[in-house]
């Protein structure tokens, strides 16, 4: 496996399961994020870990939690969501401390719909 | 303040002529500019970025044009070709900072 991985890749839920999203970076990174993206909106940044420890929080609601066991795997525990949560979330990861403008590089995703 | 506009939400060209998004912002705090090129399936992928202490970059086929007194920058792609269509993404950001401020996307299809 090279660059970014997400499993699963489709996921469909009903609005009372609980499902987990897992990402895996395999490029050596030290920083890993999750973002939405809906049709016709921008990417949103949604949590991001650095040396495994949360940095940024960008107000998103408590049915989404992230977890971050090591510097190579993410995940995001969904729980009671609702069908307006339904988009691609594109996890990414970077390299901190080298460069001043982090390249964030970017799974493909994984596209879930929420019944 | 936080916002990039992007524009036009959707593009066709014909191959062979020259795909032009734009993008505008208010924070004059940003100091880097990348563009990211989305395929279908896949994630985002950096395409070129520039800072604004120079007004044009160019690699290959593409090419960054930054007004800083404007607040606009643009993404020029010469002599575009079918593989080229996909989704374009600019965004904005500033040294240190983990967060990227991207604009709505612009979907591109080069037409044969």
């Known amino acids: 496996e090279t660059g970014v991985t997400q499993t699963p890749r489709h996921l469909v839920m009903g609005m009372t399961n609980k499902k987990s999203l897992k990402c895996e970076q395999h490029l050596g990174h030290n920083a890993m994020y999750w973002y939405k993206q809906s049709a016709k909106k921008p990417l949103e940044l949604m949590f991001v870990?650095?040396?495994?420890?949360?940095?940024e929080n960008n107000s998103v609601p408590s049915r989404f939690s992230p977890e971050c066991p090591n510097s190579s795997h993410l995940f995001l525990h969904l729980h009671t969501l609702q069908p307006e949560d339904s988009a691609l979330y594109l996890c990414a990861s970077s390299q901190e401390g080298g460069l001043p403008y982090n390249e964030q590089f970017f799974g493909p995703g994984t596209r879930l719909t929420v019944l | 303040q936080q916002q990039v506009k992007q524009s036009p939400q959707s593009l066709i060209v014909q191959k062979g002529g020259i795909s032009i998004i734009n993008c505008a912002y208010e924070n004059t705090a940003f100091d880097y500019f990348p563009w990211y090129q989305q395929f279908p399936g896949k994630g985002p992928a950096l395409l070129i970025a520039?800072?604004?202490?120079?007004s044009e970059k160019k690699e290959g086929r593409f090419t960054i044009s930054f007004n800083k007194s404007a607040k606009q920058f643009s993404l020029h792609i010469m002599d575009s070709q079918p593989g080229d269509s996909a989704t374009y993404f600019c965004?904005?950001?500033?040294?240190?900072?983990?967060?990227?401020?991207f604009g709505k996307g612009t979907k591109l299809s080069v037409i044969p």
């Open positions: 520039i800072r604004p202490d120079v």
């Open positions: 870990y650095s040396l495994e420890e949360r940095v």
């Open positions: 965004a904005a950001t500033w040294a240190g900072s983990y967060q990227l401020t």
